[in-house]
T-cell receptor
Framework: DAKTTQPTSMDCAEGRAANLPCNHS???????VYWYRQIHSQGPQYIIH???NNETNEMASLIITEDRKSSTLILPHATLRDTAVYYC??????????FGKGTTLSVSS | NAGVTQTPKFQVLKTGQSMTLQCAQD?????MSWYRQDPGMGLRLIHY???????DQGEVPNGYNVSRSTTEDFPLRLLSAAPSQTSVYFC??????????????FGPGTRLTVL
């Protein structure tokens, strides 16, 4: 079973920040938090990952709580093209990526 | 680079038939994997490989075989197709599976229907 819990669905207005939460209360110290997204029926796309510190790249920001029990993926200015299923994954190096059901984000104008 | 390619894009089989789904990558990635995705569900790992000659089972390996004779190719074989194997199959690759960095690149998928 996936080690993360995410809301089934979320809505966001175009141009606003989309904040996607993820609960990983049983994450171990050597597990990373990875985020992928899947647009329509395409293959998933890597977004960002982190261990303890907050991370930012050209696509998103990842905020990890100090106790590492939860995290938030932030899309600063959501567009219609960000409508997708977002997967939060607890990943241990040397193992395989295990996907859960993710959060369906709907961005509307 | 073509990235990760999969063939065929669509396939219809009859129960009991066998077939091979092809996956190739031109990025010299060591790590390759196969997932299946059923309607409304997340991806489930079937098999994976950390390098040529090395394969291992994932979450749902039954009914599938894999081999990795080259770095570039990772075919998935359905031994005797069943309706329960109707799904979308994704192949993925990454630089390596042993490090903390595991950005996987996914192919476009093969949509398989078993009647």
């Amino acid at each position: 079973d996936a080690k993360t819990t995410q809301p089934t669905s979320m809505d966001c207005a175009e141009g606003r920040a989309a904040n996607l939460p993820c609960n990983h209360s049983t994450i171990s110290g050597n597990e990373y938090v990875y985020w992928y997204r899947q647009i329509h029926s395409q293959g998933p796309q890597y977004i960002i990952h982190g261990l303890k510190n907050n991370e930012t790249n050209e696509m998103a920001s990842l905020i990890i709580t100090e106790d590492r029990k939860s995290s938030t993926l932030i899309l600063p200015h959501a567009t219609l093209r960000d409508t997708a299923v977002y997967y939060c994954i607890a990943y241990q190096a040397g193992t395989a990526l295990i996907f859960g059901k993710g959060t369906t984000l709907s961005v509307s104008s | 680079n073509a990235g990760v390619t999969q063939t065929p894009k669509f396939q219809v089989l009859k129960t009991g038939q066998s077939m091979t789904l092809q996956c190739a990558q031109d990025m010299n990635h060591e790590y390759m994997s196969w997932y299946r995705q059923d309607p409304g569900m997340g991806l489930r790992l079937i098999h994976y490989s950390v390098g040529a000659g090395i394969t291992d089972q994932g979450e749902v390996p039954n009914g599938y075989n894999v081999s990795r004779s080259t770095t570039e190719d990772f075919p998935l074989r359905l031994l005797s197709a069943a309706p329960s194997q109707t799904s979308v199959y994704f192949c993925a690759s990454s630089v390596r599976g042993g490090g903390s960095y595991n950005e996987q690149f996914f192919g476009p998928g093969t949509r398989l229907t078993v009647l």
